[in-house]
């Protein structure tokens, strides 16, 4: 009876009334029974859930291993409670962000359901789900594609293409074609799990426009931002017809803050950020990392805008303090706020600041991430703007090779990145007079810029055409000016 009533209390999310529940039925038949009695490895699971919920991750995981044992103990290591306490497991792992560890429990769990006469079941699908997601969540796209569509395929045989249990699955496959710049791809997949959800809950339920936030990122990835807009929008009002202004009304605020931006509407932008600082403030108090991730963004509108670096500056060091504050002094980002900090005192031609801030994220990084990692590189190429700047010439052309080498070995030739940095290296040969060198690196940097895509009327590859016309015509009357017949 415990039990059941503790089953009934968490599936309403009253977790302390279940715990209460689960504890004494699990302190009963600790008294009862054999201390490895199957029943006790059930209510163990159970008690792991409810730590679940409450978000005791430790002990979740504690408790799901006791359990594990004692059942692999009396049914053993294939039975299908073992392959449910493997699934359980793989979820607290998951919640603590520790993936690598829940990947290999979600495949315990698929290998034992799958070890007995029928591989297509509920349990397998189930957990197929989960693994995609495991898998996404540390890049492997193309092995979170296969299973996930694995685990669409076996529910659809077992409970028909419309069944509700599908949409979700099928949402993840969507952001699987997000990451892998299947747009269109995606968006096919969001809207099937909005209509799947439609016929199941109604047009009107909320989850139906949840989804909208998925189509939104789509439309986004397509550049389509207008389309994006309306669809947080209308999610946006959905949302504050039915909750009021809560944590996932802020949520939206910021993102709508962002697709504004992307338009260039920028004062609707710095408004919505305003919006979502104000209510994250209410909501989750003034000492908060997504308090912090506003302010970032709300000084990013600012720089955007252009015209107020002072706002800029002022947000980008309060969200500095909060992520140091709350992440500890290394940490990525605060590396990253350390750029933009550095970006604006380069602004107010204060080099020393800038130089400084720089050259501590560059330490963050390269303790973090190693030295030759792609945000090491754009780092130094920072410093040697920086240096370039303080006319340090030689220190400039120092960090700018370094920045190429590890451009060109994480992105390839054909980058924007590697382009701007060629074209700066050429700069600064030209500022040493060697114009053959200088010529040589921009003509370098248009190709790369071509490359990539860019065409000769976008403004840095224009710059790069201008400067590569100036070069050759101060060789050329070099050229005319030395004497018959002798050469350099």
């Known amino acids: ?56 991750y430790d002990q979740a995981i504690d408790t799901y291993k006791e359990a594990k044992s004692i059942l692999e103990e009396k049914l053993g290591a294939k039975d299908v409670s073992v392959a449910k306490a493997c699934q359980y497991l793989g979820n607290a792992h998951m919640s603590r962000q520790e ?16 070890s007995g006469d029928d591989n297509d079941s509920i349990p397998v699908a189930d957990a197929s789900h989960e693994l995609g997601v495991a898998y996404l969540n540390v890049g492997k796209y193309s092995e979170a594609e296969d299973i996930l569509r694995e685990s669409v395929d076996v529910k659809v045989k077992l409970l028909g293409e419309d069944h509700i249990s599908i949409a979700e699955t099928v949402i993840y496959l969507g952001r699987v074609c997000l990451k892998m710049n299947s747009p269109d791809e995606a968006l096919m997949y969001f809207e099937q799990a909005r209509l799947i959800k439609q016929q199941s809950l109604g047009d009107d339920h909320i989850d139906c426009y949840e989804i909208l936030c998925d189509i939104a990122s789509a439309h986004d990835l397509n550049n389509e931002h207008r389309d994006s807009l309306g669809c947080l929008n209308e999610y946006l009002q959905k949302r504050r017809q039915e909750f009021g202004d809560d944590e996932k009304v802020a949520d939206i605020l910021l993102r709508v803050g962002g697709v504004q931006k992307a338009l260039k509407d920028y004062d609707a932008s710095i408004q919505s950020f305003s919006s979502a600082l104000a209510l994250f403030q209410v909501i989750l108090g003034e000492e908060n990392l997504k308090v912090a991730k506003n302010l970032y963004s709300l000084a990013l509108g600012y720089e955007a805008k252009g015209d107020d670096d002072k706002e800029a500056m002022k947000y980008h060091k309060e969200a500095f303090r909060l992520r140091r504050t709350l992440l500890g002094s290394d940490h990525l980002e605060v590396a990253t706020s350390l750029d933009k900090i550095a970006g604006l005192y380069l602004k107010e031609d204060n080099t020393d600041k800038a130089l400084q801030g720089l050259k501590e994220a560059l330490r963050i990084r390269t303790s973090l991430l190693g030295s030759d990692d792609i945000e090491v590189g754009g780092t130094l190429f920072g410093m040697g703007v920086v240096f370039e700047k303080m006319d340090n010439l030689d220190k400039a052309m120092e960090c700018y090779m370094a920045s190429l080498l590890i451009r060109k070995t994480n992105i390839g030739d054909s980058s924007v990145e590697v382009a701007q940095t060629l074209h700066n290296i050429g700069t600064l040969y030209a500022k040493k007079h060697d114009y053959e060198r200088a010529l040589q690196r921009w003509k370098s940097a248009l190709t790369a810029y071509r490359d990539a895509g860019l065409d000769d009327e976008e403004h840095l590859v224009a710059i790069t055409i201008g400067n590569i016309t100036m070069a050759e015509g101060l060789l050329k009357d070099k050229e005319k000016s030395k004497p018959d017949g002798k050469k350099d």
């Open 1 to 56: 009876i415990l039990t059941d009533a503790g089953d009934v209390q968490l599936q309403i999310e009253q977790e302390q009334v279940a715990h209460k529940c689960f504890a004494e039925a699990l302190r009963i038949r600790r008294y009862m029974l054999d201390s490895t009695d199957v029943a006790i490895g059930e209510s163990l699971l159970r008690m792991g859930r409810v730590y679940h919920a409450e978000r005791e």
């Open 99 to 114: 993936v690598e560890k829940a990947i290999a429990y979600y495949e315990e769990c698929i290998a034992i359901n799958k």
